[in-house]
């Protein structure tokens, strides 16, 4: 059975125009791709309408007559197809797009070499390859290196080099010299054959029409193999954002931060003092029990997003779902001045968003979402646990003594219960307190289940 997959040909990479291979199934891979062409075409076409600008001045300086208007309209045919570049250009290979830069050098090089039809002045055609007008080609080739790829500037390269061998070499073919010119000169510079040849108005002088091309493509190719490697750091960060949006699925932005911007991230094992949330469904196993599980988990992803939402925008860290509750810490990897705070203002703003989650089931006949919320400031232990596969652990009495209050919002019938510690580490942190804990009730010196000593705790029934 023949193989029907297609498969590159060995004689693909002779195809200079072929556009690289890229992931393009790869979300972040296709924005960075059509982001720096799209940049690139706008800045390529800005750089050609200065360019030309200035060119336009520059030859008005050089020669003040009527007759380079002819050269004028030159410069406005590539500005206008420039702007058609700019509209045609896309990410992969555009054949519209190669024609039109293709075209882009057609018109550049017809308007070198042949004659200016609104001049009266008679020379030989040889003289007009004695303008050093194929320099302009540079600021063309240089424009390119800001949109297209490494394949697009050589073919540039290669193309400019073939059209302007044709045209001198055609030119060169049917030119009439003009009679006498050369014999003056020869005359006139007799004992010195070497500098007669170079001023002879008839010489094409082929050296230097091949020189020119041999030095453009150097100049091409090396350019090419510049945007070679630019095109590689390009799709090395678009990799990078990738990497960096995948850990950003399963860790917090901060932890993410600290991932990205240091060779050991999390350091040593260390102790501090961290705020430990808790947040578990009540009677979320009665409410599963007979229903489909595609909607429990339905249910369990709409509450995980909500929550976890919520975490990271008070700039805490989602240690782990646990079930159909989770765990959050406020401190870590880094401690701040308001951990307590923004764990507070979490719990209370996860009760809102339920409230409001809750409204929006009672309107689709489900049944409400209610939910338990401890919080606890104190001392745990920080660092990075296992050999190769690494995960950022917290452990300690605080984590133990969250997960107790969370536990305890069933006996109380409450929303959020957080611990003394919490409200004291509010007041050193320079918040108001009676604000951050408005809705609280104290009760003092309770019994925590799996705590040694009474805590007093603050209760928030809602």
């Known amino acids: 059975m023949s193989d029907t997959t297609a498969s590159p040909s060995r004689f693909d990479r002779f195809f200079v125009t072929r556009p690289d291979n890229y992931d393009l199934d790869n979300k972040y891979t296709e924005a960075a791709l059509e982001r720096h062409k799209r940049e690139g075409l706008e800045l390529a076409v800005r750089a050609r309408w200065i360019a030309m600008g200035f060119t336009a001045v520059l030859l008005v300086f050089l020669n003040p007559q009527w007759e380079m208007m002819w050269y004028h309209f030159i410069l406005l045919l590539i500005c206008a197809n420039g702007w058609l570049i700019r509209r045609a250009g896309r990410v992969g290979q555009s054949r519209v797009e190669l024609l039109l830069i293709f075209a882009d050098l057609l018109i550049m090089t017809l308007g070198m070499i042949v004659p200016n039809p609104f001049s009266d002045d008679i020379r030989p055609l040889a003289m007009q390859y004695r303008f050093d007008n194929f320099q302009y080609f540079f600021i ?92 590689r750091l390009l799709m090395t960060n678009a990799g990078l954002e990738r990497e960096r949006a995948n850990l950003s699925r399963y860790f917090s932005p901060n932890v993410v931060d600290e991932l990205s911007q240091n060779d050991e991230p999390l350091k040593q094992v260390r102790k501090e003092n961290i705020a430990v949330l808790f947040i578990d469904i009540v009677g979320f196993t009665k409410y599963a029990a007979g229903r489909d599980p595609y909607e429990v988990i339905e249910v369990l992803r709409g509450f995980h ?155 928030m029934k809602g």
């Open 140 to 231: 063309i080739l240089a424009a390119g290196t800001l949109a297209y790829s490494w394949r697009t500037v050589i073919a540039m390269g290669s193309w400019t080099a073939a059209m302007w061998t044709v045209g001198w070499i055609i030119a060169w073919w049917i030119a009439t010299p003009m009679p006498g010119l050369s014999e003056r000169v020869a005359e006139a510079l007799a004992g010195y054959p070497d500098v007669a040849e170079l001023l002879d108005p008839n010489s094409f002088r082929p050296q230097l029409r091949i020189q020119q091309i041999v030095v453009f493509m150097m100049v091409a190719v090396t350019l090419g193999v510049s945007m070679r490697r630019l095109n």
């Open 305 to 459: 997003a909500r929550m976890e939402a919520e975490v990271f925008r008070h700039h805490g860290t989602l240690d782990k779902y646990l079930g159909d509750g989770l765990m959050a810490t406020f401190g870590t990897p880094v401690p701040t001045p308001s951990d307590a705070s923004n764990a507070v203002a979490c719990a209370r703003a996860m009760v809102a968003v339920i409230d409001r989650w809750n409204i929006e089931r009672r309107r689709a006949g489900e049944p409400e979402i209610r939910v338990g919320i401890g919080v606890h400031f104190g001392a745990v232990v920080l660092g990075d646990i296992g050999a190769n596969r690494l995960e950022f652990a917290v452990i300690g009495d605080a984590v133990n003594v969250a997960a107790k209050l969370e536990a305890l919002t069933r006996e109380f019938q409450a929303k959020v219960i957080v611990s003394d510690a919490v409200r004291g580490q509010l007041l050193e942190e320079g918040a108001n307190a009676t604000e951050a804990m408005a809705g609280f009730v104290q009760h003092e010196n309770h019994a925590v289940r799996g705590v040694e000593a009474p805590m007093n705790v603050w209760v």
